[in-house]
């Protein structure tokens, strides 16, 4: 006998989590831009058979236990979506999932305390900033220590750039094109904080005034992504405050804060203002999409020529479906030659918190990645996302490779400022 989902009990999720279980067709067209598929070769580690055993779970007939360790190996990288023919939303079914079951999952006392450190850690750059401070020190003992543990202290840089707070507002140079809000990011002004100032930079170029929000949060993808829509929820909301409406669009840097921000009326569903996120994640754009929207202002040409391999972040290709607009940018200096890895849609294994809650898989995605990125004989690569840049680096470190890795908008203030030779590998 066929079960059905008793969708009365799911909440204002439902709809999210009952639709891409009925679009699927289970046709295996995603299999091969799975990375977890791909590398450990199970159909329960496959999109479609995550799907099925969702459906049982909701259905009632397979326990949640016996899912569990094949949901929690997805990466949520939405390459699957890609791939599709039948347009299953997984994206939303996985996050929507994830939050239906959190109240109700047993987790190890382990897996609590990391999963909190996390949570109350990452979103908030001063206690990162300390954390990562405090961590330094014991990369020495990381062979000693649990995995997870030492896959965290392993992510750690050898040193963090200094802080570099940004202004209020950045005015436009000359006439002004367009008016925009930036969202400011959290591990992002830590570990890399040139990316935003660059972003300030490359935006004003192209007659673009910015204005960065006070009493911004985190975007909360962290906590959405992993099922704690309970953490998440204020963070949007804080957001909501904070952003203005009289802007052509709120500017992100980072991939996955920019799909996290355009998931707001999925994360507040049901509530009071679940209308007015909606409203704020259609004016959510990525900082490459707007920047080509309103025609970027060639940068002069490149006093030496350089190889570029370009990394397409999950967040930004899959689940924000833009893969044009940075190529398009980065055709556009004159000098520059851009190359393509081969396996562009497998996820390099960062995925928020996945390179720590899941260091050896991880590990495994993140080696192939940059050895094929490294394979392109690039100079330098260029991605979207500060956790890929993160991820990638490591590896190639890991090879013994010291390669360049920036982010689009930092290639884009350098060519303005004839200056990208040379820039430093992470």
Sequence with gaps: ??????????????????????????????????????????????????????????????????????????????????????????????????????????????????????????????????????????????????????????????????????????????????????????????????????????????????????????????????????????????????????????????AGCGSGMREYGLLLAGEPDAEAGAALAERVCDVATFLDRVGLIAPPPLPEPITVAYHDACHLAHAQRERTAPRRLLGAIDGLTLVEPAEWELCCGSAGTYNVEHPELARRLGARKAANLRATGAELIVTANIGCLTQIGLHLREAGVEMALLHTVQVLDRAYAHALKGAPPR
């Design 1 to 254: 006998m066929r079960h059905t989902i008793a969708t009365d009990t799911l909440g204002p999720r439902g709809p999210a989590l009952t639709a891409p279980i009925d679009a699927c067709v289970h046709c295996g067209f995603c299999l091969p831009s799975c990375p977890t598929y791909v590398t450990l070769g199970e159909e329960m580690d496959s999109p479609r058979g995550r799907i099925l055993l969702m459906k049982e779970v909701l259905e009632g007939t397979l326990e949640l236990d016996s899912a569990l360790p094949y949901l929690d190996n997805c990466l949520g990288c939405q390459a699957c979506e890609t791939a599709c023919p039948s347009g299953v939303h997984y994206g939303e079914l996985i996050t929507g999932f994830r939050a239906h079951v959190e109240p109700v999952r047993r987790r190890p006392a382990a897996a609590r305390l990391q999963r909190r450190l996390l949570l109350e850690t990452l979103p908030f750059p001063r206690r990162f900033a300390l954390a990562a401070r405090l961590g330094r020190p014991a990369r020495a003992l990381a062979e000693r220590l649990p995995s997870p543990l030492a896959a965290m202290l392993a992510l750690i840089p050898d040193r963090l750039p200094p802080a570099a707070p940004l202004p209020a507002r950045m005015p436009a140079q000359g006439p002004r094109r367009a008016r925009v809000a930036l969202l400011a990011g959290c591990a992002q002004q830590v570990l890399d904080p040139d990316i935003n100032w660059a972003a300030l930079r490359v935006l004003a170029a192209n007659g673009i005034e910015t204005v960065i929000p006070p009493g911004q949060a985190c975007c909360g993808a962290l906590a959405m992504h992993t099922g704690a829509s309970e953490r998440a929820r204020p963070l949007a909301r804080a957001n909501l405050a904070a952003f203005p409406t009289d802007v052509d669009a709120i500017i992100t840097t980072a």
